[in-house]
């Protein structure tokens, strides 16, 4: 079946500073990617959707220039939080279809993200 | 926007008993709608999914059933196990690969 995988699974950084989260999908070619945060015991929000060589669609209420997202390939998009704050601490996690009209989502394996 | 509402938030049952657990949807144009698993620290496991066209579907113990015109679905485990305790999310979307708005989930405790 199809797999997508994140990485890295854990990150800890300093506030102030930028970390990089990637999600492949590993057999199958993903036009449009789909990033998602989830804080404890909430529910899955979606940030912004990846689409391949062109910018990505940010959710109402979630900062572009803070989230940097890059798809520069059908099998990769990059999630980059910027200046971190603990307060982005959370749950991350990128989702892709095949993108035939029937394509279930796949989910990568989420990165938790800490930020002191 | 969609916007998914789900009941229960928290359920408890005895092992072999039946689990229900109920979402609404807003926009008359979702036509998939995905029920997810996730236990705790991992990512959410598609467990059974339905679309528009149809209004039931089973897979073994767990069952989707779908009102369009109340807009409405809802998902049923019977004969629960230990291993069936986890957080249920549903979900819905305009078709398979398009961006799925969530259920606030339901944590289902099954109980020895």
């Known amino acids: 079946g199809a797999v997508v995988s994140q990485h890295p699974s854990r990150v800890i950084c300093k506030s102030g500073t930028s970390v990089k989260i990637e999600c492949r999908s590993l057999d199958f070619q993903a036009t449009t990617m789909f990033w998602y945060r989830q804080f404890p015991k909430q529910s899955l929000m979606l940030m912004a959707t990846s689409n391949e060589g062109s910018k990505a669609t940010y959710e109402q209420g979630v900062e572009k220039d803070k989230f940097l997202i890059n798809h520069a390939s059908l099998t990769l998009s990059t999630l980059t939080v910027t200046s971190a704050h603990p307060e982005d601490s959370s749950f991350y996690i990128c989702?892709?279809?095949?993108?035939?009209?029937?394509?279930?989502?796949?989910f990568g394996n989420g990165t938790r993200l800490t930020v002191t | 926007g969609e916007n998914v509402e789900q009941h229960p938030s928290t359920l408890s049952v005895q092992e072999g008993d039946s689990a229900v657990i109920k979402c609404t949807y807003s926009d008359s144009a979702s036509n998939y709608f995905p029920w997810y698993k996730q236990e705790l620290g991992k990512r959410p496991q598609l467990i059974i999914d339905?679309?528009?066209?149809?209004g039931e579907k089973k897979d073994q113990r767990i069952a989707v059933t779908l009102n369009k015109t109340a807009k409405h679905f809802s998902l049923h485990i019977t004969e629960t196990q230990p291993e069936d305790s986890a957080v249920y999310f549903c979900?819905?979307?305009?078709?398979?690969?398009?961006?799925?708005?969530f259920g606030t989930g339901t944590q289902l405790k099954v109980e020895l």
């Open positions: 979900a819905a979307s305009t078709g398979g690969g398009n961006k799925l708005t």
């Open positions: 989702s892709a279809s095949e993108g035939t009209a029937n394509s279930p989502l796949h």
């Open positions: 339905i679309r528009s066209n149809v």
